[in-house]
């Protein structure tokens, strides 16, 4: 009996029967064989073995985060409610082939000492500039999550997509992002506002954003009233990051603001969203203020 047989087995929702030659099958191989037959020998009158159900039901498992220091062992239903909230679920390092895996704070140092990335730490709402086409991971000074501007040719330029790492069972949150680079000059720039990607990378960048600034290798701009070609290898983008609720939304043609207060525990965030008042509702508060 393999393995990943006996991981379905333990599921409290699958039965186990035993042919009377003896073989074992769960409920779900069995259905697909259909007419109550042995999924091994095809053999009649299979029966429901409870006393195999229980043995198995009193296996303990090491959680899939063994390799990163989680030393927990639990029954196969405990184990997945375990898994969702362990702490050493890992991020992955985004260098090719680098291979690393860990906490957030370890793959943050990593990035900086071995692969000499460059570390710029940040507020949301606040922006910062950072190369465009350098190595190097933004971390935000209140909460700690790490962000990064994911690079792939496409064509005759470089698509970029912001995304965050941190592990695949993180509070689920949504940020928002905002891009813009000088192109062609001081009066044109390329620009774009997203929704940021979150990943852990376990699978690597390559299934990364489908949205993404596609800026090419060169634009041409007007100098002293000639016509020249711009090339933005060495150019420095401009960044802004906010958690869900402190982007802007144009709704009916006036702009809304929407503010967000957060409090911290254990790493993760809770936010409320208040709405600034518009029209004949903010002129009602100030009436009343002015009372």
């Given at each position: 009996m393999d393995m990943g047989m006996m991981m379905t087995m333990v599921d409290v929702e699958v039965s186990l029967s035993k042919c009377p030659d003896g073989h074992v099958t769960c409920s779900r191989c069995r259905d697909n064989i259909g007419d109550n037959r042995c999924n091994y020998c095809a053999a009649n009158g299979c029966v429901r073995s409870r006393a195999v159900e229980e043995f198995l039901g009193r296996i303990s498992f090491s959680c899939r985060n063994q390799q990163?220091?989680?030393?927990?062992?639990?029954?196969?239903?405990?184990?997945?409610?375990?898994?969702?909230?362990?702490?050493?679920?890992?991020?992955?390092?985004?260098?090719?082939?680098?291979?690393?895996?860990?906490?957030?704070?370890?793959?943050?140092?990593?990035?900086?000492?071995?692969?000499?990335?460059?570390?710029?730490?940040?507020?949301?709402?606040?922006?910062?500039?950072?190369?465009?086409?350098?190595?190097?991971?933004?971390?935000?000074?209140?909460?700690?999550?790490?962000?990064?501007?994911?690079?792939?040719?496409?064509g005759l330029g470089t698509a970029l997509s912001m995304i965050c790492i941190r592990p695949d069972n993180a509070f689920e949150e949504e940020f928002t992002y905002e891009l813009k680079m000088p192109a062609g000059g001081r009066r044109h720039r390329l620009q774009i506002q997203s929704t940021v990607w979150n990943t852990s990378l376990r699978?690597?960048?390559?299934?990364?954003?489908?949205?993404?600034?596609?800026?090419?290798?060169?634009?041409?701009?007007?100098?002293?009233?000639?016509?020249?070609?711009?090339?933005?290898?060495?150019s420095r983008i401009n960044i802004c990051l906010?958690?869900?609720?402190?982007?802007?939304?144009?709704?009916?043609?006036?702009?809304?603001?929407?503010?967000?207060?957060?409090?911290?525990?254990?790493?993760?965030?809770?936010?409320?969203?208040?709405?600034?008042?518009?029209?004949?509702?903010?002129?009602?508060?100030?009436?009343?203020g002015n009372r």
């Open positions: 990163y220091g989680c030393e927990v062992f639990l029954l196969h239903h405990e184990m997945r409610v375990h898994e969702r909230t362990c702490h050493y679920d890992p991020c992955f390092c985004p260098v090719h082939r680098c291979g690393f895996a860990g906490p957030a704070y370890d793959l943050e140092s990593h990035l900086a000492t071995i692969h000499r990335w460059e570390v710029i730490n940040f507020r949301y709402g606040e922006s910062f500039q950072a190369p465009a086409f350098d190595s190097a991971i933004f971390r935000c000074e209140d909460y700690g999550e790490l962000f990064h501007i994911s690079s792939s040719r496409e699978y690597g960048v390559g299934e990364g954003s489908d949205v993404f600034l596609l800026v090419p290798d060169k634009l041409p701009g007007v100098e002293n009233g000639c016509v020249v070609e711009h090339y933005l290898s060495g906010n958690a869900r609720g402190s982007d802007f939304q144009l709704i009916a043609g006036h702009m809304t603001m929407k503010f967000e207060r957060a409090t911290c525990w254990n790493g993760l965030r809770q936010c409320e969203q208040t709405e600034e008042p518009q029209g004949s509702e903010k002129l009602q508060q100030q009436e009343e």
